[in-house]
C-alpha cells in the first residue's frame, strides 16, 4: 500500500476538491421546505441547547422520524449561531467532507488499495445526489447518518481483522449513532454482512482468485462460518429494529393505511424505485426534492410524470 504521506495527501486532496465544489451552500439560506417545520420555526431548536431541548430531542415525537442527534446537531448551530443560515450550511458541508475521507480510509483499509478506493470516495462526494443532502439544512440528519455510517464501515474492518470485544463495541456505538442521526442506516448491518463476501472475504466458502491485486502487507481476516456471521450481526439488527419501532411512533401522521395504498401497489412501487434511483447514480438526470407516490392526485399547478417519479411545475400560482 501507498505511504502515509501519500494516503494523506490523497485526503487532503479530496477534502479541497470536495470543499470546491460545495463551498457555494455558504451563501444560501433556508428553504420553506422541512427547514421551518425542523428547524427555523421550531422552538425545541431555535431556543439552543437547553436541557429541556436536549430532553425533547430524545422524545418520541414528531415532526418526521426519530432522529435525536440531528435535532442536538441543530440546536446547537443555533446555540451560537443562531439564524444566521451559513453557519448551518457549512455544518453540512463538513459533516460530508469528513465522510469523504473516512470512506476513503475505510475503503483502502479493507482493500489495501488506494486509488480505487479514492476514486470510490470521490464519486460519492461529488455525484449530484449528494447535493440535496449537503444543500439543504434539514438534511443535517443525512449527512450526520452518512458521518457514521463511514465511521461504522471504517470500525468494522479494523474488527474483521482482528476481533476483540472493544472493536465490536466501536462498530455497533458508531452503528447506533448512524440510526440516531437518521433511520435510513437500518439497512447497515446488512451492508456489512455484503462485505464479509467482499473484500473482506471472512466466509469460509469464499475464495480469493490467484491474481488478486490485495497486497501481502495487508493481513487476511480470519474467515467464519456463514452462521456465526449472521448470528454477529444479529444485536446490530436489534438496534435497527428499536430505530424502526421509535420512527413508526413517531411519524404516524405519515403512515398511509393500506385501504388508500394496497400492499401490492407499495411492492410495485418500490420496485420500480430501486430501478430509478440505479438508473439516477448512473444517469442522473429528472431529479427532484421529493418523488411523489404515483397514485398521489396532483397538486394544483403541479402534474406527474408516467412513473410518478417527476414534480414539474406547469404554471405559476399566484402569491
Not at 446537531?73 to 444566521?84: I, K, N, R, S, T
Amino acid at each position: 500500500m501507498p505511504g502515509r504521506a501519500v494516503t494523506a495527501g490523497v485526503c487532503v486532496g479530496l477534502t479541497l476538491l470536495v470543499l470546491l465544489v460545495f463551498a457555494q451552500v455558504g451563501n444560501f439560506d433556508f428553504v420553506l421546505l422541512d427547514d421551518d417545520l425542523h428547524v427555523f420555526e421550531n422552538p425545541h431548536v431555535n431556543t439552543g441547547l437547553t436541557a429541556q431541548n436536549v430532553a425533547w430531542a430524545f422524545g418520541v415525537h414528531g415532526p418526521g422520524q426519530w432522529h435525536p442527534l440531528a435535532y442536538l446537531q441543530h440546536q446547537f448551530v443555533y446555540e451560537y449561531f443562531g439564524a444566521d443560515a451559513r453557519p448551518h450550511h457549512l455544518v453540512n458541508l463538513a459533516f460530508h467532507a469528513a465522510s469523504v475521507v473516512i470512506l476513503l480510509l475505510a475503503l483502502r483499509k479493507m482493500t489495501g488499495r488506494l486509488w480505487p478506493s479514492a476514486f470510490v470516495a470521490a464519486v460519492f462526494g461529488l455525484h449530484p445526489l449528494s447535493v440535496e443532502s449537503v444543500a439543504w439544512i434539514c438534511e443535517r440528519r443525512d449527512v450526520m447518518c452518512g458521518f457514521f455510517w463511514m465511521l461504522t464501515l471504517w470500525a468494522y474492518a479494523g474488527y474483521a481483522r482482528r476481533g476483540g470485544g472493544l472493536r465490536y463495541f466501536s462498530v455497533a456505538l458508531c452503528c447506533a449513532l448512524a440510526l440516531m442521526s437518521k433511520p435510513m442506516a437500518v439497512t447497515l448491518p446488512c451492508v456489512l454482512l455484503l462485505l464479509d463476501f467482499w473484500p473482506l472475504r471472512r466466509t469460509q466458502f469464499w475464495t480469493s482468485p490467484a491474481d488478486d491485486n490485495v497486497t501481502d502487507a495487508l493481513p487476511p481476516c480470519p474467515s467464519r462460518s456463514l452462521r456465526l456471521l449472521i448470528v454477529e450481526k444479529i444485536p446490530l439488527l436489534g438496534l435497527s429494529a428499536v430505530s424502526s419501532i421509535l420512527s413508526i411512533l413517531s411519524h404516524q401522521e405519515a403512515i398511509v393505511s393500506f385501504d388508500a395504498i394496497p400492499l401490492h401497489v407499495r411492492v410495485a412501487n418500490g420496485l420500480v424505485a430501486y430501478m430509478v434511483y440505479l438508473r439516477k447514480m448512473i444517469w442522473p438526470t429528472d431529479l427532484c426534492v421529493w418523488y411523489p407516490h404515483p397514485t398521489t392526485q396532483p397538486l394544483p399547478g403541479y402534474r406527474y410524470s408516467t412513473y410518478g417519479f417527476r414534480l414539474a411545475r406547469t404554471y405559476n400560482l399566484s402569491p
